[in-house]
Nanobody, 119 residues
Framework: QVQLVESGGGLVQPGGSLRLSCAASGFTFSTYTMRWYRQAPGKERELVAGIDSDGGWINYADSVKGRFTISRDNAKNAVYLQMNSLKPEDTAVYYC????????????WGQGTRVTVSS
């Protein structure tokens, strides 16, 4: 049974930090590219950051560059998103996403964790 379980969301003041975690199970985590997406109220889901299977390639949305850091630990089947200097516009539900493009495309979503940045 495939599972992606996010944790670490919550309420934080502007300028604060949070670290999101995504625990994976039920598939070969080390062969998947992992991404974090977010969806703010009334907006479309957007890509925040991505990391390839061995961590050699990483990308970020322009809106989070220099503030967020994505990382993964294949030994623990986990991916992380360190979020610093948080802004009210970072308020959203954050989703973990796994994708692998071999002969077929396999992908999975987590259920999301809510991040609220407010004073």
């Amino acid at each position: 049974q495939v599972q992606l379980v996010e944790s670490g969301g919550g309420l934080v003041q502007p300028g604060g930090s949070l670290r999101l975690s995504c625990a994976a199970s039920g598939f070969t985590f080390s062969t998947y590219t992992m991404r974090w997406y977010r969806q703010a109220p009334g907006k479309e889901r957007e890509l925040v950051a991505g990391i390839d299977s061995d961590g050699g390639w990483i990308n970020y949305a322009d809106s989070v560059k220099g503030r967020f850091t994505i990382s993964r630990d294949n030994a623990k089947n986990a991916v992380y998103l360190q979020m610093n200097s948080l802004k009210p516009e970072d308020t959203a539900v954050y989703y973990c996403y796994a994708v692998r493009r071999w002969s077929t495309i396999m992908s999975y979503w987590g259920q999301g964790t809510r991040v609220t940045v407010s004073s």
